[in-house]
């Protein structure tokens, strides 16, 4: 079955630090991958996707993320992380026969 | 519009009484789903509409919830004989492409049910 899973409820990082929010997935054949972002009292915006070719997706405000297939994860990064950047982080996936789904979703907190 | 808009943004309504819930996406956008997101919580799937057929609304709470689209356009969520457990921010989403697409979803600001 499709499922996709974000293991840390929050993330805590100081500026300028590097960041990494985790996703891990299960979904039949290839899979297409997206990371959102929920800052607070606003909908969900679209960071970044991994549908085929070079694993390193970027995408933006900086964020990029890594395609790993076999360790079926795609993590969110950014090299330096800003007091802006909090909010509410949630990776997706969806195939050619599966719906898009969403993970419980991380909160990402960078302290100044 | 530009964007995928819903309305109400909110609606408070009494326990028992029946809701419904409206979604204009993205113009030419094909694939509509609904999510609903509880407080603290994360986005749990309700329905996916391809053009103005749902081949997944395995994510339905209840037989209580019924959806429907129209016109390949704008698309209502009905929830009857509302409960408390009902209460939660619906968010409903559009893409170009649906089911197995590579396509982006775009969601709306969503709408938030509070039943009292």
């Known amino acids: 079955a499709q499922s996709v899973a974000q293991p840390e409820d929050q993330v805590n990082v100081a500026e300028g630090n590097p960041l990494t929010v985790k996703c891990t997935y299960s979904v039949s054949g290839n899979p297409y991958l997206f990371w959102y972002v929920q800052y607070p009292n606003r909908g969900l915006q679209f960071l970044l996707k991994y549908i085929t070719g070079d694993n390193l997706v970027k995408g933006s405000y900086g964020f990029e993320a890594e395609f790993n297939k076999s360790q079926t994860s795609f993590h969110l990064k950014k090299p330096s992380a800003l007091v802006s950047d909090s909010a509410l982080y949630f990776c997706a996936v969806s195939g050619l026969t599966d719906k898009l789904i969403f993970g419980t979703g991380t909160r990402l907190q960078v302290f100044p | 519009g530009a964007g995928v808009s819903q309305s109400p943004s909110n609606k408070v309504t009494e326990k028992g009484k029946d809701v419904e819930l409206r979604c204009d996406p993205i113009?030419?956008?094909?694939?509509l789903y609904w999510y609903r997101q509880r407080l603290g919580q994360g986005l749990e799937f309700l329905i996916y509409f391809q053009g103005n057929s749902a081949p997944d609304k395995s994510g339905l709470p209840s037989d209580r919830f019924s959806a429907e689209r129209t016109g390949e356009s704008v698309s209502t969520l009905t929830i009857q004989r509302t409960q408390q457990e009902d209460s939660a921010v619906y968010l409903c989403?559009?893409?170009?492409?649906?089911?197995?697409?590579?396509?982006?979803?775009?969601f709306g600001q969503g709408t938030r049910l509070t039943v009292v």
């Open positions: 113009s030419g956008h094909t694939a």
């Open positions: 989403a559009s893409s170009l492409e649906g089911w197995g697409g590579n396509t982006e979803a775009f």
